[in-house]
């Protein structure tokens, strides 16, 4: 039983940085692709940013390129999501994702998903 949950969401000030995790059971980070999407209220879920597991390529968003990184820590199984300059804009709730064949910012190439750890940026 793959389980992913996310974590470090909260509200916070533009300007300012927040590190979001997502600890993962039942599915090892090293198994292909893990990613990060958002949704702000009454938009579809984006792609935020992915990384192929194998250290080899990372996707972001334009919204997220030199501000979001996206990172792995094999040895405690956990993603995380290193978020600097954060604009009103990039407030919704924000998701992990996995999947041990696809990669990218497809919401639709995923096959697990988290619950969400809500982000506030005013």
């Known amino acids: 039983h793959v389980q992913l949950v996310e974590s470090g969401g909260r509200s916070v000030q533009a300007g300012e940085s927040l590190r979001l995790s997502c600890a993962a059971s039942?599915?090892?980070?090293?198994?292909?692709?893990m990613g990060w999407f958002r949704q702000a209220p009454g938009k579809e879920r984006e792609g935020v940013a992915s990384?192929?597991?194998?250290?080899?390529?990372?996707y972001y968003a334009d919204s997220a390129k030199g501000r979001f990184t996206i990172s792995l820590d094999n040895a405690r199984n956990t993603l995380f999501l290193q978020m600097n300059s954060l604009e009103p804009e990039d407030t919704g709730m924000y998701y992990c994702a996995a999947d041990p064949y696809n990669c990218g910012l497809d919401t639709t190439r995923f096959s697990f998903w988290g619950q969400g750890t809500q982000v506030t940026v005013s």
């Open positions: 990384i192929v597991t194998s250290g080899d390529s990372t």
């Open positions: 039942g599915y090892s980070v090293r198994n292909n692709c």
